[in-house]
């Protein structure tokens, strides 16, 4: 019984700053990788960006150099700290929890309105 709870969405200028975190709870392996994605309507979700267990992380080019993920192991909780923000990065805003390069879980969303 997974549960990934976001938080953190907004309406921000176009250039400013926010923090998403998504705090996942239950039977958390450790072993896992936490990633954010976005999505508007009639596109599909996108990878935004990764980090694995271990630290490793991966961005999209989108968002490289703007964009940073992080995690706490010891909270079993993720967050995307955005910067520089541009209106194309407006959408609503996935966690998810891959555990064991398997069992796929997904949070519930949190919208990012970016404004010019």
């Known amino acids: 019984q997974v549960q990934l709870v976001e938080s953190g969405g907004g309406l921000v200028q176009a250039g400013g700053s926010l923090r998403l975190s998504c705090a996942a709870s239950?039977?958390?392996?450790?072993?896992?990788?936490m990633g954010w994605y976005r999505q508007v309507p009639g596109k599909q979700r996108e990878l935004v960006a990764l980090?694995?267990?271990?630290?490793?992380?991966n961005y999209a080019d989108s968002v490289k150099g703007r964009f940073t993920i992080s995690r706490d192991n010891a909270k079993n909780t993720a967050y995307l700290q955005m910067n520089s923000l541009k209106l194309e990065d407006t959408g609503v805003y996935y966690c998810?929890?891959?555990?064991?390069?398997?069992?796929?879980?997904w949070g519930q969303g949190t919208q990012v309105t970016v404004s010019s």
């Open positions: 998810k929890l891959t555990i064991m390069a398997k069992y796929e879980y």
């Open positions: 239950g039977n958390i392996f450790s072993i896992n990788t």
């Open positions: 980090v694995n267990s271990g630290g490793i992380t």
